[in-house]
Nanobody, 126 residues
Framework: QVQLVESGGGLVQAGGSLRLSCATSGRTFSSYAMGWFRQAPGKEREFVAA????????GYADSVKGRFTISRDAAKNTVYLQMNSLKPEDTAVYYC???????????????????WGKGTLVTVSS
């Protein structure tokens, strides 16, 4: 099993920045992927960003492209989501996720990933 623990959520004003972290432990895969998803109140969970652990290929939802950056630190087994120029519509619970194989952003938009953290709340005030 893979364990994922998110941190870094909180309250921020519109236009501000936050960095989310996700520490991973447990089983790892040679070609796995990590990602971030979010769920706003009353809405379905949606894909935000993904990264291939080996090679660093990234993909983003159109709504966050140019504002959010996903990265990973292999030595720390940690993935990050740097969020800049935050908007009130970015308010959501953000979930870290992992997949045993990088399947691409189109797949993740529809089906998500195999393993999930418990989420961290991000609130953006106007």
């Amino acid at each position: 099993q893979v364990q994922l623990v998110e941190s870094g959520g909180g309250l921020v004003q519109a236009g501000g920045s936050l960095r989310l972290s996700c520490a991973t432990s447990g089983r790892t895969f040679s070609s796995y992927a990590m990602g971030w998803f979010r769920q706003a109140p009353g809405k379905e969970r949606e894909f935000v960003a993904a990264i291939r652990w080996s090679g660093g290929t990234t993909g983003y939802a159109d709504s966050v492209k140019g504002r959010f950056t996903i990265s990973r630190d292999a030595a720390k087994n940690t993935v990050y989501l740097q969020m800049n120029s935050l908007k009130p519509e970015d308010t959501a619970v953000y979930y870290c996720a992992a997949d045993s194989l990088y399947k691409g952003t189109s797949y993740y938009r529809q089906y998500g990933m195999d393993y999930w953290g418990k989420g961290t709340l991000v609130t953006v005030s106007s």
